[in-house]
Every structure is written in C-alpha cells, then in structure tokens.
C-alpha cells in the first residue's frame, strides 16, 4: 500500500496522532509483522484506501543516543512516502528547524498536507493561520489528544494517495512469476541480482503481457523469465546507510506484498542476527511460498561450517520445511540450484489437496493416534476441506478444540504426507457443538 510519513519536530505530537488515526473507528490496523519492538509502521484504512503510516517519532535518537537533525531524518522519511504529513505545534507556529524543513519539502515535490497540531480552542487560532505563509497550502488545525480534525486530515491525505492498484497483501496473478529478494543489508543480494541478470537481462519491452514497471527486474533462470520486485530498493544502497533498520523492514514488507515466493538471503560469514530471524517472520507472515539461500559460500571453512550446520538447526528450525541453497554472488556457484528451489516451493504453494485424500489421511491419522481424551471429552474431527491455496489452507470440523499439541503433529504429518517443501500451510479449526 501507499506510505504516508508523519514528520514534524520532536514534542509536536506525530506519535499522538498516529495513535489517534489508528483508533478512528475506520482504520483498521495491524503492526507489520517482524517489527516487534519499535512499532512504527501501521496498516490503516480510510474510506476504503488502503495505506501504510509512518511514524518517525519513534526514531528521532540514533543507536548511541543522539539526536539527528530533524531536518535529516526527516528527508529519509519522505523518500519513502507517497504522500507526507507535516505536523507543527500549533501553540508555537514554525520555527527554523520546520522552516527547514519545509525548504527541503519544496525540494522533494512530494503531496503534503500541513498539521497544526494542539489546536483546542479559538484563542488558538491566532498561531495558525500564519502557517500560510509556509506555501504548504491551507494548514489544518488538529487536535491529536482530542481528536478534533483528524477525519478532515485523513479526507485530504487519502485524496491525494496514488491510485494504485491496492495489493495490501493480496497476490498478484499472471506474467511472470514474481520474486522478492529480501535479506539484511550486506548479506549481497545486489551480488546476487547482478550475477542472476549477468549478460542475460531481460528487457521489459520483451516480456509479453506485462506492465512495465520501473522497480522491478525481469530475469531469464533455468529457461524462464522471473519479475524480481522491488529492486530498486535492494540497489539503493548509499541511502540504506542513512536509513535504519526500520526502512528495511518496510521495502521488506513492501516487496513480499508484490511477490508470490520469497528469496531470503543469509550469508554464510556472519552469525545469524536478530534482523535475519525478523525478515524470515515476515517472509513466513506473509503466506508467500519461500526458499532461503545462504551466500558467501565461498568463505566457508571446515570450523565455520561445523557451527553453520549447528546454527541453521538451532536459528531455522522453524522454517526447516524451505527449500535451501547455498550459493555464493561473487563466482557464481550454485546459481543454477535457485530455479528449481523456486520452481519447487511455488508449485508446493498453489498445491490443492482433493478433499477425499485429505479425508482419507486424517482418517488413518485419528484412528492410529486418536486425540487425547481432556476433563472426559475427547475432540473429533468429523470433516477436513482444503478451501484455499497460495498458500495452501486447511479447515478441520470438529466437535471440540484440539489441542495445539495434536494440532501441531497433524501438521507435521500433513507436511510428511504430501509435499509442502517451500510453502507455509494454515490449518484452522471450526468447532461444532
Ligand atoms: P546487499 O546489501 O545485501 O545488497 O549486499 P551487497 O551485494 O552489496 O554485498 C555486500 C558485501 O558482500 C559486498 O562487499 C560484496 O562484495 C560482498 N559479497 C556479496 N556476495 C558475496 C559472496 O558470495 N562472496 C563473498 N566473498 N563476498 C560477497
């Protein structure tokens, strides 16, 4: 979806605001998974737009404490964003740091929307239309605490969002299949791409039935053409210094929203991070089909390859059902192997088990390993349907819930039984009285 940023000085109000446009009674919202801690991005909706809101208030101190000009922080900000508020306090008026700020706005030729935020009463009025004279256009009078204006703000800002096509987290179908390279900065999936496309890009021109679009790029692997999205992300890589952890996380999910298989790159000289674990969240969250690639094969030694094996059990056991690769950008190894793990897990992913071999499986299942009996009462499945695929879903009808224990060995033996190498499965239950 859209990106609107919040930017402003700090103590103006954007953490309020956020908090006040995610509790109107339209916005429906939800964290963006794997960003756990600082929570700073949120999926909301107004009157049936989709939009991703970002709230810089959270990061205004780097890692050691200090605080970055607002005017720097800012600018990342609106890089990122399709359309930008910009809060002032409105007890105050603009002061030279918004003033800069606004010199850098008109740089960026960006749809903003101008906030005078702590606006209660009329007296109040007085520091407000003077913001005028900002050349932001008409200043909206808010009240983050109390609510007043928001909705007004809201009516503007998803005026002016682009009309894209709303993908928020819906897959794309047709063309070429699409893949989202994703991995912590350094890992080198910009090695990766450029090996991949080498002397065998594809130009878009050349691709039948497809929208050209500038982010993406399209590339020939094992005799087929794949739409690598949201490269110019992955390429971007000056600005990623400037930017933090959390921007990575937003092109993450941005890209796993546009694609139907993920590539998570790892690398092999570096110990598993807490970045590494969070993307793979959000790839896994995502319900996309999904591969794990480990670079920089070539930099492996005997000892390091003793811990490696040891840390991919104990980091990734939870994903141990993707397919893996290893590989490494600089030579070139292994890069044949990416086709067919990709080939594999979104074939995996659009599988549709018939709903007689799915009952005949947990059939044989309950009677040779029958749910625990719990307070006397023991669960019965009556009926399993698979209603869903990409990814594959599952529905269980039952006299009672399961335990997640027995739920969680069905799963096992779903994922023995059929093939579901590369794709995440979801069973849910519906309980019968
Ligand atoms: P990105 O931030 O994920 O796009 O990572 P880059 O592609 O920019 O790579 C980061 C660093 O790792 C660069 O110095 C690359 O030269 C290096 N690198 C990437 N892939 C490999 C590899 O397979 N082997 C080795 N030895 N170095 C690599």
């Given at each position: 979806p859209p990106v609107l940023a919040i930017i402003g000085r700090p103590n103006v109000g954007k953490s309020t605001l956020v908090n006040r446009i995610i509790r109107a009674r339209q916005a429906v919202v939800e964290d963006v998974p794997g960003v756990t801690r600082d929570r700073v991005s949120y999926e909301a909706e107004w009157n049936g737009k989709d939009f991703t809101i970002v709230d810089t208030g959270g990061w205004e101190q780097d890692a050691k404490g200090i605080h970055k000009r607002v005017a720097e922080q800012?600018?990342?900000?609106?890089?990122?964003?399709?359309?930008?508020?910009?809060?002032?306090d409105g007890l105050v008026g603009a002061t030279a740091v918004d003033e800069a700020v606004v010199k850098m706005l008109r740089r960026k030729r960006k749809p903003v929307v101008l906030l005078a935020n702590k606006v209660e009463t009329e007296a109040h009025m007085a520091e407000v239309y003077p913001l005028w004279n900002l050349g932001l256009g008409e200043p909206y009078p808010i009240s983050a605490l109390h609510g007043n204006g928001t909705g007004d703000v809201l009516d503007a800002v998803v005026k002016l969002l682009p009309e894209t096509a709303q993908h928020?987290?819906?897959?794309?179908?047709?063309?070429?299949?699409?893949?989202?390279?994703?991995?912590?900065?350094?890992?080198?999936?910009?090695?990766?791409?450029?090996?991949?496309?080498g002397s065998e890009r594809v130009v878009v021109d050349d691709?039948?039935?497809?929208?050209?679009?500038?982010?993406?790029?399209?590339?020939?692997?094992?005799?087929?053409?794949?739409?690598?999205v949201d490269t110019a992300g992955v390429r971007r890589r000056q600005h990623m210094a400037q930017g933090s952890e959390y921007y990575a996380?937003?092109?993450t999910q941005r890209a796993l929203d546009k694609a139907e298989v993920a590539v998570a790159l790892l690398a092999v000289d570096e110990p598993t991070s807490e970045q590494d674990v969070r993307i793979l969240q959000m790839a896994v969250d995502s319900g996309r089909a999904l591969v794990i690639a480990y670079n920089k094969w070539d930099l492996l030694d005997e000892e390091r390859r003793y811990y490696l094996?040891?840390?991919?059990?104990?980091?990734?056991?939870?994903?141990?059902?993707a397919p893996r690769v290893n590989v490494s950008a600089r030579t070139g190894w292994h890069k044949d192997k990416l086709a067919p793990a990709l080939d594999t897990a979104l074939e995996n992913w659009s599988q549709r088990i018939p709903t007689g071999r799915l009952n005949a499986f947990l059939g044989e299942l309950v009677?040779?390993?029958?749910?625990?009996?719990?307070?006397?009462?023991?669960?019965?499945?009556?009926?399993?349907?698979?209603?869903?695929?990409?990814?594959?879903?599952?529905?269980?009808?039952?006299?009672g819930f399961l335990d997640p224990g027995?739920?969680?060995?069905?799963?096992?033996?779903?994922?023995e039984t059929f093939d579901f190498t590369g794709t995440p499965i979801d069973i849910s239950m519906r309980v019968r009285e």
């Open positions: 800012a600018e990342i900000a609106v890089d990122e964003a399709d359309v930008v508020a910009f809060v002032v928020g987290g819906m897959i794309p179908i047709g063309g070429p299949r699409r893949v989202a390279l994703i991995g912590r900065p350094n890992v080198g999936k910009s090695s990766l791409l450029n090996k991949l496309a691709v039948a039935g497809t929208t050209r679009d500038p982010v993406d790029e399209y590339i020939e692997l094992g005799g087929e053409t794949w739409r690598f996380m937003l092109r094996e040891r840390e991919i059990n104990r980091d990734l056991g939870h994903v141990s059902w009677a040779a390993h029958p749910h625990p009996v719990r307070g006397g009462k023991q669960p019965r499945i009556l009926f399993a349907t698979q209603p869903s695929s990409r990814p594959p879903k599952f529905v269980l009808f039952t006299t027995y739920r969680r060995f069905i799963m096992r033996r779903l994922r």
